[in-house]
């Protein structure tokens, strides 16, 4: 039987540095939809972690990722398909920060207000898909009980957080740690896959010192990593909207690694590892970039691409990523995962009622019935589905589900 570990890289296998980029493209929009006023003009220098854009409806700002020259404004997709206006920095390898970057021997010694003010400014947001500012999770009065770090990794191809997990577990579980004392949180669940043998072997070596932080295995499926399955499977709870509503939070071990660098060394959220695979790619690795990198470099040097009869590049994983129409392509905070494949175009039939849609849908859903009945879809939960695209995954004939809901969803919200 084929896993679906089957299809990753290794996360043994090296990570390639690659943050030597001549330009850099920083987005004024973030695929939640935050928008970001430029605080720069051409011609300015900046240093790294200086803030480029004020964001306009959150504490988030819009910071650089190198130091250098800001040379223009470019139209450049990111990761939910959006052509957006990218602030253009020319990059002069100098490294320099706009604050002290210098190692802190005890990472616990932070205050709750100053941990959620640092997150914050230092730009840290969901690494697994969301963007969502960490800093709103840990900013209320609701005692947090336990903190769920998502190392589950359920996308297909995507292998970014096993690297960081196999690469840096001590610093994956002192960051854990320190999260739980700054923020006085009773304990903490690493999950994991249970057929992601490497990293549960490298981590063991290490989680005995850390007492209140555990390893829990999820099955090898999709999607164990979708929050809801993560609490209810591992605290036995459901809630209405978000976890805190039962004391929990959730990260994704890539951001938990960002904290740590943030904490240990004052680092912004500068740069982050993405996986680079699918049978268009010749080399296929996981790559650690600068964000803002535009991903045609970094093919460039990878030999470009496997001659496919036609190509798709896919943005964020093969079941809820996203499709681009080019590899202008920007690497931003949230997009863990590209993949170039064969676009195998397949006859679309009409719905047959077989009903194996909402057998699968994790939501608990009927995704035919909705897209079939556009006008009583909020009748229908149409605001539960989560994108997940298990429906057009299993659907015998071929109809791009997903896609069509989530095309209802937007023109609801317009």
């Known amino acids: 039987m084929v896993s679906i570990e089957d299809y990753k890289i290794s996360p ?33 220098y900046v240093c790294i972690g200086q ?30 398909g959006n052509l957006v206006d990218c602030i253009v920095i020319e990059n002069d390898f100098k490294e320099k920060f706009l604050n002290k970057v210098g190692k802190k021997k005890d990472i616990t010694k932070y205050n709750k207000k100053e941990f959620i003010y640092m997150l914050a400014h230092n730009g840290i ?106 609490v209810s499977s591992i605290l036995g709870l459901s809630y209405d909207k978000i976890p805190i509503e039962v004391g929990a939070i959730v990260n994704n071990v890539s951001t938990i690694y960002a904290i740590y660098e943030m904490l240990k060394y004052q680092k912004p959220l500068i740069e982050r590892t993405v996986t680079i695979s699918g049978e268009g790619i010749k080399h296929p690795a996981n790559y650690r970039v600068k964000i803002g990198t535009n991903l045609s470099e970094i093919i460039l040097k ?18 809820m990523g996203k499709s681009i129409p080019s590899d202008e392509l920007i690497v931003t905070k949230d997009l863990n995962c590209i993949l170039v494949l064969e676009n195998k175009e397949e006859k679309i039939n009409p719905c047959i009622k077989c009903g194996k849609c ?50 209802i969803k937007e023109e609801e919200h317009d």
Request: with cysteine.
């Open 51 to 80: 803030v480029i854009g004020k964001n306009i409806t959150s504490d988030i700002p819009l910071l650089s990722t190198v130091s250098g020259t800001v040379v223009g404004f470019s139209e450049k997709y990111i990761s939910n």
């Open 358 to 407: 909402s057998e699968v849908c994790p939501r608990g859903l009927i995704p035919s019935m909705i897209i079939s009945n556009r006008n009583i879809s909020k009748d229908l939960h149409i605001d539960k589905c989560v994108g997940c695209g298990l429906c057009s995954y299993v659907c015998p004939a071929k109809i791009e589900i997903r896609d069509i809901i989530k095309k």
């Open 125 to 230: 947001t969901g690494m697994g898909g969301s963007d969502f500012p960490t800093y709103i999770k840990y900013n209320n009065d609701k005692k947090i009980n336990c903190l769920i770090v998502n190392g589950t990794e359920c996308e297909i191809y995507a292998s970014a957080d096993s690297s960081i997990m196999y690469n840096k577990p001590q610093e994956i579980l002192e960051a854990i740690d320190a999260i739980l004392e700054i923020m006085d949180i009773d304990c903490a669940y690493i999950a994991i896959k249970e057929t992601n043998v490497k990293v549960i072997n490298k981590i063991s070596k290490y989680i005995n010192s850390y007492p209140n932080i555990k390893l829990y295995f999820m099955l090898d499926a999709y999607p164990c990593g979708y929050e809801r399955i993560l």
């Open 302 to 319: 990878t030999e470009k691409y496997n001659k496919l009869k036609n190509p798709v590049l896919i943005a964020g994983g093969a079941m």
């Open 12 to 44: 043994a296998k090296k990570v390639v540095d690659d943050l030597k980029i001549q330009v850099i493209y920083l987005p004024l929009e973030s695929k939640l939809g935050y928008q970001y006023e430029p605080t720069v003009s051409v011609g300015d």
